[in-house]
């Protein structure tokens, strides 16, 4: 099958969407289908030789964030390149309600369109004004995805139609048999050696975004060093690093190590080397891929009670939740359950067993499922149609 996948963010600043349409490629390939996928990026940034090139993008306020996306006359036009070389026999469109490719493509393509949609946003102005705008492009699409119930609430409430729920797929065995990084773990244990108990706690995500959460660990951070004195944080993200720690306690900062941006094998590396993964998200998220990548990992984690974190998280019993935006009610369950070997050790389990449900073998065939779907539909109707046009043409009467 040659298939078509339209990237709306740009694939210069990595995020859950440019992952998620990565390893879905990877998967598709993998599995001995043609794709091409048309994205925004600019002309010196290293690209799959999968990934075509749409330009570079502008950054844009987009659901709590700010999106790098592309739209345009010169965009369309390249959009429209690529669907006459690609001669595709399914389109799948991310995003198709954001002013980027996903749009564009709507308009132009014919055929076979699968949309999915990832944005979690129960209350967009923005999605209700474009209504009018969005609705004729989106009647072209054969059929609808949405990551979690929360993309799909949010489908529902301001686009109408329904979505199938397929989540985002994860490489489980990738994070699984990934190596820690001694450096990474716990370096004080407080048990017979006397140092002070301790920990490594993990945390993936850009410093500078609110609704990732940070600014919440960091007030939380005080009160778990005052219970575990050895406890290390490990920020693995971009962001300005100095402003983050503004706030704590200058002989605390040393507790903290910042990482940077890092690849995708030490993500995994890192994920298998803490002793708690805390995703502090205050929202905007519709659902977790961080949290799969801890659980494949075997990380223990512990989240904000998003209703998204929530389901990802089987409701508590795959991983533990506390209050969103409490820094207290974070620092009380980091404590215990650092201080919990035995309960860090049954969270693994569950959330070993758990994950497998978004391993890609599952989420891959469910897309694929989907397209094969939309592309027999569009078969039997072309059938149809023409078998109606000999009969006109003949004057042959139907039986």
């Not at 450096?183 to 995500?205: L, N, V, Y």
């Not at 533990?320 to 404590?335: G, P, S, T, Y």
Request: charged share 25%; aromatic share 6%.
């Amino acid at each position: 099958m040659k298939i078509g996948i339209v990237c709306p963010y740009s694939w210069d600043v990595p995020g859950g969407v440019q992952f998620h349409i990565r390893d879905l490629a990877d998967h598709l390939i993998g599995a001995g289908h043609q794709v091409s996928v048309l994205a925004p990026a600019d002309e010196d940034t290293p690209l799959p030789p999968y990934v075509v090139s749409a330009g570079r993008a502008v950054p844009v306020p987009y659901n709590g964030s700010v999106a790098r996306l592309n739209f345009g006359f010169l965009s369309a036009a390249r959009v429209r390149r690529w669907l006459h070389d690609g001669a595709f026999d399914v389109i799948h469109i991310h995003e198709p309600s954001s002013p980027s490719l996903g749009l564009l493509t709507c308009w132009a393509a014919q055929g076979p369109m699968v949309a999915t949609f990832h944005t979690s946003n129960p209350r967009s102005k923005a999605m209700i004004a474009a209504y009018a705008l969005l609705q004729h492009a989106l009647e072209k699409i054969s059929a609808r995805i949405a990551v979690s119930e929360y993309a799909r609430r949010t489908l529902v409430e301001h686009l109408g139609g329904d979505a199938v729920v397929i989540p985002n797929g994860v490489d489980v065995d990738f994070f699984a048999r990934a190596e820690p990084r001694p450096e990474w773990q716990s370096r004080q244990t407080g048990k017979a050696d006397g140092a002070p108990p301790g920990g490594t706690i993990g945390f993936i995500g850009r410093i500078d975004e609110p609704r990732k959460g940070l600014p919440v660990l960091m007030k939380a951070l005080p009160k778990i060093l005052a219970a575990r004195p050895g406890t290390r944080l490990l920020v693995a993200g971009r962001g300005d690093e100095q402003e983050a720690v503004e706030n704590l306690p200058a002989e605390m900062r040393g507790n903290v190590e910042f990482l940077g941006m890092v690849s995708d094998e030490d993500k995994a590396r890192l994920l298998r080397s803490v002793d708690l993964y805390v995703a502090p998200n205050t929202g905007g998220e519709s659902f977790g891929i961080i949290l799969v990548e801890a659980m494949s990992a075997g990380a223990p984690v512990l989240a904000s009670d998003l209703d998204a974190f929530a389901q990802v998280l089987d409701h508590g019993a795959a991983g533990e939740l506390f209050a969103n935006e409490d820094a207290d009610a974070l620092a009380e369950a980091a404590v215990r359950l650092l201080g919990d070997e035995a309960r860090r050790a049954e969270l693994c389990k569950r959330g070993s067993a758990h994950v497998r449900r978004f391993d890609w073998s599952v989420v891959g065939a469910d897309i694929l499922a989907v397209y094969e779907t939309v592309t027999d539909g569009a078969a039997s109707v072309a059938e149809d149609e023409r078998a109606t046009g000999l009969r006109a043409r003949f004057g042959l009467a139907r039986d």
